[in-house]
């Protein structure tokens, strides 16, 4: 049984910060793309930031130079890093492993 679990989501104010995690179990991780994705109210979801395997990286460009995506293929665990926070970085954000499998998301709001 494939799970993803995000966690480290939360409430933020405007220019601050948050990592957030996911654990993945069922898979051999280390085989896997892995990805963030995020979606806002009313909104379709988007690609936020993908790695491969070998830990070459993709993001969309709205949030390059604040984000930074990485894993550790020994704990099964990606990470988001998201400085900079900006209130339209709210939406609740979805980890996925090569689009086969997706967690459940984690809110993130960026308010005052």
């Known amino acids: 049984q494939v799970q993803l679990v995000e966690s480290g989501g939360g409430l933020v104010q405007p220019g601050g910060s948050l990592r957030l995690s996911c654990a993945a179990s069922?898979?051999?991780?280390?085989?896997?793309?892995m990805g963030w994705y995020r979606q806002a109210p009313g909104k379709q979801r988007e690609l936020v930031a993908t790695?491969?395997?070998?830990?070459?990286?993709l993001y969309t460009s709205s949030v390059k130079g604040r984000f930074t995506i990485s894993r550790d293929n020994a704990k099964n665990t990606m990470y988001l890093q998201m400085n900079s926070l900006k209130p339209e970085d709210t939406a609740v954000y979805y980890c996925?492993?090569?689009?086969?499998?997706w967690g459940q998301g984690t809110q993130v709001t960026v308010s005052s």
């Open positions: 996925a492993a090569r689009q086969e499998y």
């Open positions: 790695i491969s395997p070998g830990g070459y990286t």
């Open positions: 069922g898979i051999i991780f280390s085989d896997y793309t």
